[in-house]
């Protein structure tokens, strides 16, 4: 028999899913047809080729296809939601032969991510983890890392119901990761909200 434990956070886990899902449904939002990312065009220009990429949180997978330059052997791209993991299956048939050999899609929840340990060694994640529970995305993405492994997330923060405290955040970070970069304090692009970015690494 399920614990009560269990019951809770498969009961969080479908909430999140509707959340979502009801985004994607009213096709508003700006991450189904955007332009790559700023960050994600720093990322590509600063760091060298990784092997194993993994990306949370890939939407409509636009970021994921330019993180696929920089990856040697194989990209995934998770996302909780059904209907923009079918929107990013669906891009990646228009990109070249060369990226769509190394990208995989799938559903998933960064929470309890279905890779084994030590599989990837870079981790990338956008306007994601906020809305999760930070503890558990950290300690699955420190799992999921080898030895080498880094990742850049980028967190919205703040006071508000599913923003994260920035001290509180860095207090998770650290109690998983080194911090390889000095975290950055940006706007976001509609200027509401503040966001924080970390460099994280491994060893
Ligand atoms: C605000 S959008 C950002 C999308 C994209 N990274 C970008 O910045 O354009 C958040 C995305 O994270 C996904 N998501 C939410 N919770 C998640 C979870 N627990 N695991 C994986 N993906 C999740 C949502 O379905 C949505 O596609």
Redesign the pocket.
């Known amino acids: 028999m399920k614990s009560v434990k269990d019951v809770i956070a498969d009961a969080l886990y479908e909430s999140?899913k509707r959340f979502?899902k009801k985004?994607?449904n009213k096709e508003e939002?700006?991450?189904t047809e955007?332009e790559p990312?700023n960050l994600t065009k720093k990322v590509v220009n600063e760091y060298d080729k990784f092997d194993r990429i993994l990306?949370?949180?890939?939407?409509a997978g636009?970021?994921t296809f330019l993180l696929a330059t920089i990856t040697k052997d194989k990209i995934i791209g998770?996302?909780?939601?059904e209907e923009?993991i079918e929107l990013a299956k669906k891009n990646l048939k228009e990109q070249s032969k060369r990226i769509r050999k190394k990208v995989k899609f799938e559903i998933?929840?960064?929470?309890h991510l279905k890779y084994e340990d030590d599989e990837f060694d870079f981790v990338y994640?956008?306007?994601?983890l906020h809305?999760?529970d930070i503890n558990k995305?950290l300690k699955e993405i420190h799992r999921v890392l080898n030895d080498d492994g880094k990742a850049v997330i980028?967190v919205f923060i703040g006071k508000g119901k599913k923003e994260l405290d920035p001290k509180k955040f860095m207090t998770v970070c650290k109690k998983y990761f080194n911090i390889d970069k000095k975290p950055e304090k940006v706007k976001t692009k509609d200027k509401e909200h503040t966001a924080m970015i970390v460099y994280l690494e491994v060893a």
Do not use: F, P, Q, R
């Open positions: 999140d979502w985004i994607y939002e700006h991450w955007k990312s990306e949370i949180g890939c939407a636009i970021d998770i996302d909780i939601t923009a998933g929840d960064v929470e994640s956008l306007s994601v809305t999760t995305s980028y």
